[in-house]
């Protein structure tokens, strides 16, 4: 089993749509908890940063972070086509420290917003 | 504006060829990561270095090895490119303190 289980979709929306995606994990060190963005042919880039459980928003977009069920979400808003994307869930024990930061990551989902 | 620099954006190598791929930091990050990333099988690192000439391996080095000569470069190494290796490899960087990574665009290696 995965430390960390993404599902791959894909998922195809409609503009306008509330977008739910998801990760669950196994692993209860975790305690920082990332979303990035992947367009096609692009690298990831840094979407949502959380520490420990709770919610966190940045406009359309809010990170949820469920440490006793050990499963993360992000919701999109008012979706539009340029949030078509790969959306990747990624997690780490330790800030640096001695883990260095690494990251584990899900596998992905694909988006599709459609206009 | 950014950051992390991959040299080549496509590369077609011929099996048993060596082959160098670079990635540049211009952000002062102590760390650095190699991942590759394949579809259904996500990301999955090679190596990572944590100061120069420091490395560490990842969940997949066989087949790779690393040089950090520098603080802001890190290359990978295909010692003897072999079909398997076909895939997009994305270079990362970030500070000691965390908050994340930055990534480069990526270099999609194909093996022929």
């Known amino acids: 089993q995965k430390e960390v289980e993404q599902d791959p979709g894909p998922l195809s929306v409609p503009e306008g749509a509330i977008v739910s995606l998801n990760c669950t994990y196994s692993?209860?060190?975790?305690?920082?908890f990332m979303w990035y963005r992947q367009y096609s042919r692009k690298g990831p880039e840094l979407l949502m940063y959380t520490y420990s459980s709770g919610n966190k928003e940045d406009g359309r977009f809010t990170a949820q972070v469920d440490k006793s069920s050990k499963y993360i979400s992000l919701f999109i808003r008012d979706s539009q086509p340029s949030d078509s994307a790969t959306y990747l869930c990624a997690m780490t024990p330790n800030a640096g420290g001695t883990s260095y930061g690494k990251l584990t990551f899900g596998q992905g989902t694909i988006l599709t917003v459609h206009p | 504006d950014v950051k992390v620099t991959q040299s080549s954006r496509y590369l077609v190598k011929r099996t048993g060829e060596k082959v160098f791929l670079e990635c540049v930091q211009d952000?002062?990050?102590?760390?650095m990561f190699w991942y590759r990333q394949d579809p259904g099988l996500g990301l999955r690192l090679i190596y990572f270095?944590?100061?120069?000439?420091?490395?560490e391996k990842g969940d997949i080095p066989e087949g790779y090895s690393v040089s950090r000569e520098k603080k802001e470069r890190f290359s990978l190494i295909l010692e003897s490119a072999s079909t398997n290796q076909t895939s997009m490899y994305l270079c990362?960087?970030?500070?000691?303190?965390?908050?994340?990574?930055?990534f480069g665009s990526g270099t999609r290696l194909t093996v022929v």
């Open positions: 270095s944590y100061d120069v000439k420091m490395k």
């Open positions: 952000m002062d990050h102590e760390n």
């Open positions: 692993n209860s060190a975790f305690q920082y």
């Open positions: 990362a960087s970030s500070l000691s303190t965390g908050k994340g990574y930055t």
